[in-house]
């Protein structure tokens, strides 16, 4: 538990607010999320401050959701909200002073074992001590993960290559560079909270952590906002971004260029780009790790007398030898011609010889093969006989 619940999560409903079932995936709520904000983002609507509250709203609640550790910390408030333990009451009148939950040994870190039916003690008092106190300053909201895809060919993925990948959607404000203050201003502490993104509000004998009303939670003002991004220090382009290619890339991969997603709210960190690889195939070419593989067509005079073969590569073409007698299926290894390896140097290339039979013959070719088959004096089958 991280100590940042608020009195919010036993008030709010945050599945209802982005429209999704309690047992929603995580690629559901992000999904429902990003509709939301898309629709209601200030970008979208200038002026109109019922969209600007129903963004806030929104994004508090995707916070909450978007967060394996918080949503599931957020299920349990509401669970206890629902049984009547909450910011209204505890059931059953827990009394004050010593052993009880507001003294010593009682509801404070739970020490004391003030028990729950149907709830576990263990963590309460890490759950609560965000609750019932000003708490610890709120980080704001990094931004969400973008991810793309490029096509590459199978060249440009063995010895690696840059492409430029376009990206639209809500980017840091060049004019502000991010901050939502104007030029020349920068913003400020918030007054009211201090900085720390909550103020505490005194209920009897408890203190609950609300989000500043002042900064929005955000524990800093922006008085002189930015014109071109209304303050919110993003605005929506297209950006194109030039990303490296490491040489010897696979089909499918993903690489993560850091920090070029969407920009976080509230000065928050921004979120990272994913880009996914696709290799087109080689006409020639296979790959099997950081080695190639090759299939070459031979005749039956070249395997059965051997003969010195072109074999082309990625580098140009180079001459193999092949023995007298290779047998079709046989594989040699040209080394270092085949792609990067992770830690340095470079893979092999696989050469698998395939003896081609011609589908037609000419007179000539028939009387020499039909001497040739005169002499043979073993049969190739002759260990399947029974």
Known sequence: MNGDVRREWFEKDYYQVLGVAKNASAAEI?????????????????????????????????????????RAQY???????????????????????????????GFGGFPGGVRVEGFPTEG???????????????????????ETEVRLSFEDAV????????IKGPA??????????????????????????????????????????????????????????????????????SVR?????????????????????RGGRPGDLFVQVRVAPHRLFG???????????VTYAEAALGADVKVPTLDGAVTLRIPAGTQSGKTFRLRG??????????????VTVRVEVPAKVSRQERELLERLQGLERESPRAGLEA
């Not at 010895?159 to 376009?166: A, N, S, W, Y």
């Not at 040489?247 to 709210?265: M, S």
């Not at 790959?287 to 067509?297: H, I, K, S, V, W």
Request: proline share 10%.
């Open 124 to 146: 309460l008092g890490d759950l609560f001590g965000g609750l019932f106190g000003a708490g610890r300053r709120r980080e704001p909201a990094r931004g969400d993960d973008l």
């Open 75 to 105: 299920d349990r408030v509401r669970e206890m909200a629902a049984s009547g333990f909450g910011a209204g009451g505890f059931p059953g009148g827990f009394p004050g002073g010593p052993g009880g939950v507001g003294g010593p040994g």
């Open 337 to 350: 011609k085949g792609g990067p390896r992770p830690r340095g140097g470079a893979g092999d290339l696989l």
């Open 245 to 265: 290619v490491p040489p010897g890339v696979r089909d499918g991969a993903r690489i993560r260029v850091a920090g070029r997603g969407e920009p976080g709210a």
């Open 172 to 241: 840091p404000c060049e004019t502000c560079g991010g901050s939502g203050a104007a030029a020349g201003t920068s913003p400020t502490v918030c007054p009211q909270c201090g900085g720390s993104g909550s103020v505490a509000q005194n209920q009897g004998m408890f203190s609950f952590a609300r989000p500043c009303g002042r900064c929005a939670g955000s524990g800093r003002i922006v008085e002189h906002p930015c014109p071109t991004c209304k303050g919110s220090g993003a605005t929506r382009r297209t950006r194109t971004l």
């Open 30 to 70: 992000k999904k429902a999320y990003r509709k939301l904000a898309q629709r209601f983002h200030p970008d979208a609507n200038p002026g109109n401050r019922e969209a600007e509250e129903r963004f806030k709203e929104v994004s508090a609640a995707y916070d909450v959701l978007g967060d394996e550790e918080k």
């Open 159 to 166: 010895h690696g290559t840059t492409v430029p990948v376009r």
């Open 287 to 297: 790959r099997t790790g950081p080695d190639l593989t090759l299939d070459l067509p």
